[in-house]
């Protein structure tokens, strides 16, 4: 799917890209941060932190705004959007419809949806194919503690390890343990996934409870 194809040889190594740069981009539009990911040849790993308080935080343009970076939308939408006055009527559908964006913002399967159609259209439009790419529907599991994330996300960043792919995290290429790796060694921390911090206090910004 994403690796060396055993039989004929070709590469479709590209496709990992793909699905990393996908992943980035629609944590910037949901209310949805990424703690960590590893795209492997053949599925990928994803810990992500749901944002409830964001997506009810942000106002309807907001919400309108980022929904339509994804998707057109509607001709109503589109009209508010665009400074159009509606009626009674047309606001009451268009607000029953921004709660829909907004509940789907923070809904991880929306979030893995809209990235698995994504990469899925890509791969079938450079196989000259159609139907599906992935094999299911994706799989989930609820952290509920510090502990369970850690041991979640050392899974994770060690996984290209574990599959021979890579000798080292920082080898591990499509992976966020390699970006984290880097920002580190200039002493920053990567703008694209959630922030750690070993001993979060109030006043912080939203930050993984990590060192």
């Keep these: 799917m994403c690796g060396d194809h055993k039989v004929t040889g070709k590469s479709y190594e590209h496709r990992r890209q793909w699905v990393e740069d996908k992943l980035i981009e629609l944590a910037q539009v949901f209310c949805i ?3 960590a990911y590893a795209v492997m040849s053949n ?3 994803v810990v992500l932190y749901v944002d409830d308080a964001k997506a009810n935080r942000l106002n309807d343009k907001a ?6 970076k994804l998707f057109k939308g509607t001709l109503l939408t589109q009209k508010y959007l665009q400074g159009d006055k509606l009626d009674k009527a047309q606001q009451f559908f268009l607000n029953r ?10 809904d991880i399967s929306w979030f893995m949806r809209v990235l698995n159609e994504d990469v899925a259209r890509k791969a079938n439009k450079e196989d000259n194919c159609t139907g599906r790419f992935w094999e299911g529907r994706f799989k989930s599991q609820a952290l509920l503690d510090e502990a369970a994330l850690a041991a979640c996300m050392a ?8 599959a021979k792919m ?5 080898d591990s290429n499509h992976t966020s343990v390699q970006k984290r790796i880097k920002a580190a060694k200039k002493a920053k921390q990567p703008k694209q996934l959630i922030r750690f911090a070993g001993s979060p206090r ?3 910004r939203k930050v993984c409870p990590l060192s």
């Design 155 to 162: 899974y994770v960043d060690l996984n290209p390890i574990r």
């Design 202 to 204: 109030k006043h912080m």
């Design 166 to 170: 890579a000798k080292t995290p920082e």
């Design 97 to 106: 419809t921004i709660a829909d964006y907004r509940e789907r913002l923070a």
């Design 33 to 35: 941060d990424v703690c």
């Design 43 to 45: 599925h990928t790993h």
């Design 63 to 68: 919400i309108l705004i980022r929904w339509h």
